[in-house]
């Protein structure tokens, strides 16, 4: 029985209808199966032509499922990992920044709710929000201004 092996080309349809790939991850995924990385780059450079890899998607895609819990700082540095250019990083960062406090006070009011009583508490809430990806100037603003910003 002979078993028909995917084209590096069905692979990398099949992995980019499951979700937005960068060039980066697919080459990383394609790399056990090509003869050469010249036949990934150029497979990959075809793909992008006919607009089923784009790096603009890629961007949207992990603002828009990463915005809700982190802050800018974590959302660039994954995008980064990930292989995305800096100018299009560059670009998408006023637009995360905007909302970067409401959606920091939508975190924080869902993990604590009420502001620090300590020191502390202070440092435990300050921690999350940091490890969250949120900019420590946020953060602050957060912790500080709640109940001044809610009234």
């Not at 990959?44 to 032509?49: A, K, R, S």
């Not at 890629?58 to 982190?70: A, C, L, N």
């Not at 700082?73 to 990083?89: S, T």
């Not at 490890?131 to 201004?145: N, P």
Request: glycine residues 6%; positive net charge; proline residues 3%.
């Amino acid at each position: 029985m002979v078993t028909h092996k995917p084209s590096l080309k069905t692979r990398a349809l099949g992995y980019l209808s499951r979700r937005e790939h960068s060039r980066l991850e697919l080459e990383k995924k394609l790399a056990p199966h090509a003869q050469t990385s010249e036949e990934i780059s150029s497979m990959l450079d075809t793909l992008e032509q006919r607009g089923f890899l784009s790096a603009e998607r890629m961007v949207e895609h992990v603002i828009h499922t990463r915005q809700g819990k982190f802050g800018s700082q974590r959302i660039v540095h994954e995008l980064r990992e990930k292989g995305i250019a800096e100018n299009l990083i560059a670009e998408a960062l006023p637009n995360i920044r905007e909302a970067e406090l409401d959606k920091a006070r939508e975190v924080w009011r869902k993990k604590f709710g009420a502001l620090p009583a300590n020191a502390k508490e202070h440092g435990r809430q300050m921690r999350f929000l940091m490890g969250r990806g949120f900019a420590a100037e946020v953060i602050r603003r957060v912790l500080r201004h709640y109940d001044k910003d809610e009234a």
